[in-house]
């Protein structure tokens, strides 16, 4: 049987010289070496960079922009921004893997607030994924590397650690306060831990409760109106299964009990993912009440409904070229691999595309999809080398690993280019999608013709677009006809029409989809999603 932890979480200090080479080991590009590194001293938090890994992590370029996107460099050169939360006066804060500290980017005054950690270890780097803001004005953040909890006072600048709980290999992940409860993942510890705030200032209760695949991993959480919480499990490339823990009734039970128990069966329901989805990484739930997982193994996000316990794929746009180079040409099919996943209070499905550098957009009230791309791009994450040794210069991904909804805005942070960035979503679209039928029927062997029309919103420009047709499945295909282009010029008062044809192969399996049609250009992709109904 599995056991269930309780115990006592405890505010920890850190020694002077507590095991650089794991934190360094854990880095990309850190680990050891044959011969020692060449490294040009500039006093700096690059210095903890080789001269030849500083472009890598360092930052490529100065911050961008476009009509939909915002970007602002940091000012401290190399320090790989990660987690990111927006409070509740127009701040914004975030993590910063390679110097410990955490920043604030003040949205209205445009100016940024490096809070320097006297406590964290001279040349330490971690991977911090996890941020919230709570109501007491204080950030609450993960650190995977040195298997910690922190606590930032905004009041008196002050850092707490707390260290993790763990037996063996843990990775505090994700981290996200819920009345007077802290719940955070351990992605490699298999296991969610839950917080309790009410207690002293120096220790703080706690329960982890194990996941119920062993030797898995713990995803990302959500938590829907009745607190249940909703998690991932699941094996590398194996597939998993979605976890309902019913945490209120563990808690109530556990109260007139008076004693801890395992959770097992009585408060945990598990729904078995669909083969397609092979690595959740991101979950929200949206005000529907519907779950949401995101797949980086793939181009696609996944919606779970509770009440038919039936889950629908649905599929980004293809990466655009400039995202990934390919100039080896080895990159067949490119993925755009959706990582963490939210939700707005306007019932829409924030996500953002690693491999495809965009922060995109979902509402499944009008099925409407809008990828916004990021502008800055870092070569050496792409095939940009033309074998020349010189990188091409729009080639590559910023690596956007985190991003926070504040309102009409998503924020968002830059890990290899030193920037953090913000998307208006209240910029109007430049074109619009209409479709012919949002429905459509087909028997495997046959196909069918699928008409759109493309109009821009623009009183002027000209815009240079080229066409969206994704499929989730090999055995549905949507091609171009013979009578339209790929790539098109919008002419404004001049609506363009699009003919696909829609076919499904003589294996295609009895069920219902999504396909992705619509336009993008190089600053945005914009599509609708069609329900297909194989028979």
């Not at 854990?26 to 938090?45: D, F, K, L, R």
């Not at 791309?373 to 990188?391: A, I, R």
């Not at 013979?482 to 029409?497: A, K, N, R």
Request: proline letters at 6%.
């Amino acid at each position: 049987m599995k056991k269930q932890h309780k115990g006592i979480f405890f505010v920890v200090i850190f020694g002077g010289g507590l095991l650089f080479w794991a934190t360094a080991a854990s880095m990309p590009g850190a680990g050891p070496m044959n011969e020692e590194p060449e490294i040009t001293i500039t006093g700096t938090p690059a210095d903890n960079f080789s001269d030849t890994d500083r472009p890598r992590f360092c930052g490529s370029g100065n911050a961008k922009s476009t009509d939909f996107v915002t970007e602002y460099s940091i000012p401290t050169e190399c320090t790989n921004p990660l987690a990111i939360v927006a409070d509740y006066d127009g701040n914004v804060w975030f993590t910063q893997t390679n110097t410990g500290k955490l920043a604030k980017f003040d949205s209205n005054t445009e100016t940024f607030t490096e809070y320097d950690n006297p406590i964290w270890p001279k040349n330490g780097r971690s991977m911090m994924w996890g941020i919230d803001y709570a109501p007491d004005g204080s950030v609450w953040f993960t650190d995977e590397a040195f298997d910690s909890v922190w606590k930032f006072s905004t009041i008196d600048e002050k850092y707490d650690r707390f260290g993790y709980p763990s037996e063996d290999d843990a990775l505090p992940q994700r981290l996200a306060i819920t009345g007077s409860q802290i719940i955070v993942n351990d992605f490699t510890g298999n296991k969610l831990t839950f917080f309790d705030l009410g207690q002293s200032a120096d220790e703080i209760q706690y329960i982890s409760l194990p996941s119920p695949i062993d030797n898995s991993v713990t995803a990302d959480f959500t938590l829907d109106e009745n607190n249940n919480v909703w998690y991932t499990n699941w094996l590398f490339q194996q597939g998993g299964v979605l976890v309902k823990f019913d945490y209120n009734g563990y808690r109530n039970a556990v109260q007139e009990s008076g004693k801890e128990f395992f959770a097992g069966d009585m408060f945990t329901e598990i729904y078995q993912l669909p083969v397609e989805l092979l690595t959740p990484n991101g979950a929200a739930m949206s005000n529907d009440g519907k779950i949401w997982l995101a797949d980086t193994t793939s181009s696609s996000f996944f919606s779970f409904n509770p009440i038919t316990e039936e889950f629908t794929q649905f599929i980004t746009a293809d990466p655009l070229l400039s995202a990934y180079g390919n100039q080896t040409g080895v990159i067949k099919n490119p993925i755009s691999r959706p990582y963490w996943i939210d939700s707005d209070e306007q019932g829409r499905i924030i996500f953002n595309e690693q491999n495809a550098n965009n922060i995109s957009v979902f509402d499944p009230k009008s099925n409407l999809l809008v990828e916004y791309h990021v502008p800055s791009k870092n070569p050496y994450w792409g095939d940009c080398d033309p074998g020349t040794g010189m990188m091409l210069a729009d080639c590559g991904l910023a690596q956007i690993f985190d991003f926070a909804i504040d309102g009409e805005k998503i924020w968002f942070t830059e890990w290899v280019e030193n920037n953090i960035g913000v998307v208006d979503t209240s910029v109007p679209l430049p074109l619009e999608i209409q479709l012919e039928s949002e429905t459509i029927s087909i028997s495997p062997g046959d196909s069918r013709h699928l008409n759109f029309i493309v109009s821009s919103k623009s009183s002027d420009a000209v815009l240079g677009n080229s066409l969206i047709l994704s499929s989730s499945h090999d055995f549905l295909n949507v091609e171009v006809s013979h009578d339209s282009s790929e790539s098109f010029q919008l002419i404004p008062g001049t609506p363009h029409p699009i003919h696909t044809n829609l076919s499904a192969s003589e294996d295609a399996v009895s069920g219902t989809y999504k396909i992705l049609v619509g336009a993008q250009s190089s600053d945005i992709a914009i599509g609708k999603f069609i329900t297909v109904t194989i028979e």
